[in-house]
């Protein structure tokens, strides 16, 4: 009993900095797990990714103007990820280029701007702290960005919940009846871009949409309706951030990559033992229909 003590619990009772880190990890996940799920469920998911990469320029930005302050580099973020979703619907409804296409052109770009100027302006060092972040680095300052970030998505998605239900299954349906789609469209982008900046300043721009995307994938494979997939997807986020920071602590690994490689490996092995969609299941059922 002592020994689990030690393994689970004692880490976060003794240093203040991991306490910091559990609340950080829970906020990520109250925010960033709904929002996962509609990107699933809209088909977005690597437009997901290519926004996390969308908001490094603004970030390298105010890195340059104030340094590594979390306010300059937050609003540099968010403009840049409005800046990126902006170009590429524009890109998209003026041009041919489907709108996944018009965002991979568009964050390719960011990324390569974002890593010139954090290169030519700052350290390696200010780069991998950029790029991956440190949940275990988080400060009060970080904590209530990330906070405000998860109340202010919770708040708005409740909100906007039906419309954006309807708009994400049946677009076509909601223009029909005289549902401004674009408008929901447009607000969910915002909560996208606002999540992923709150989430880098603990995982870092190249992490933040893992914590975002995993557990919300891994939810279709287990539950069936929206309300438990949103469940699911918050609860497995928070499982993984608990679980990464252990692991983090005990062996010395980096925090971040340790939590998005904890959701990885639950979903690798929900695709083989998860009920609606792992292939043991799907092959169980499939033996018995046949005999």
């Excluded at 974002?114 to 970080?142: E, K, M, P, Q, T």
């Excluded at 309300?227 to 252990?246: E, Q, T």
């Excluded at 799907?282 to 018995?288: M, S, V």
Aim: net charge positive; charged share 10%.
């Amino acid at each position: 009993m002592t020994h689990l003590y030690d393994l689970l619990i004692s880490p976060f009772v003794e240093f203040a900095f991991m306490r910091r880190a559990l609340a950080g990890c829970l906020a990520l996940a109250l925010g960033s797990g709904p929002v996962g799920l509609f990107l699933v469920m809209r088909r977005m998911s690597l437009m997901g990714d290519a926004m996390s990469h969308a908001v490094l320029p603004g970030a390298a930005v105010g890195f340059m103007v104030a340094g590594l302050s979390l306010p300059a580099m937050s609003l540099g973020g968010f403009v840049a990820g409005v800046l990126v979703a902006l170009l590429a619907g524009l890109a998209t409804r003026f041009t041919t280029v489907k709108e996944d296409a018009s965002f991979a052109a568009f964050y390719l770009l960011s990324l390569a701007v974002g890593v010139l100027l954090v290169s030519r302006n700052g350290s390696n060092v200010d780069l991998i702290h950029i790029l991956f972040g440190s949940v275990l680095a988080v400060d009060d300052a970080a904590l209530l960005l990330v906070s405000g970030v998860a109340s202010f998505s919770l708040v708005v998605l409740a909100i906007i919940y039906r419309p954006l239900v309807l708009e994400s299954l049946d677009p076509v349906f909601l223009r029909a009846v005289g549902g401004k789609g674009g408008i929901w469209h447009l607000a969910f982008l915002m909560l996208v871009v606002l999540n992923l900046v709150a989430g880098f300043q603990a995982l870092g721009t190249l992490m933040a949409v893992g914590l975002m995307m995993l557990p919300a994938i891994t939810a279709r494979l287990w539950v069936p309706s929206i309300g438990r997939m949103l469940a699911f997807s918050v609860g497995l986020a928070f499982v993984c951030g608990i679980g990464g920071l252990l692991l983090s602590y005990h062996f010395e690994l980096p925090s971040g990559p340790a939590i998005i490689l904890l959701a990885g490996l639950f979903y690798l092995l929900s695709l083989f033992v998860a009920p609606l969609g792992g292939a043991l299941p799907r092959y169980i059922r499939a033996r018995h229909f046949e005999s």
